[in-house]
């Protein structure tokens, strides 16, 4: 995989994918890392997130990330078919309220990207 098909799947259009982008193309690793588990830049800020924090509901880790509620939720729902964060937002009616956290599988990759930085 070269550093640009990295860039389109890890970048987006946001500010801090974009820099992320930059940094990929000097540390590729990072980017690899991340694509094989398909997760986008705010992927991982979240995944960040919940490492650091623990779980919490969806309207704290919109607050926490600056990312809307409505974005967050495509996000957690690649990180949920990846295997990595664990949620139900039909267990209390409200998504907002719903509570995220990382699985094992999550936990470990949270790791090896830490071990990577």
């Keep these: 995989m070269t550093n640009d098909e990295r860039e389109d799947k890890t970048a987006g259009d946001s500010i801090s994918g974009r820099s992320a982008a930059l940094y990929f193309k000097h540390d590729p690793s990072l980017a690899t890392l991340l694509v094989s588990h398909g997760i986008r830049v705010r992927d991982f800020i979240m995944l960040s997130f919940l490492s650091d924090q623990g779980p919490m509901n969806v309207t704290q880790l919109s607050h ?54």
């Design 64 to 117: 926490a990330v600056s990312i809307e509620p409505e974005i967050l939720l495509n996000g957690m729902q690649r990180l949920s078919s990846a295997g990595l964060i664990v949620w139900d937002p039909n267990s209390i009616g409200n998504d907002t309220d719903t509570v995220v956290d990382l699985t094992a599988r999550g936990r470990d990759v949270a790791k090896r990207i830490d071990d990577q930085l």
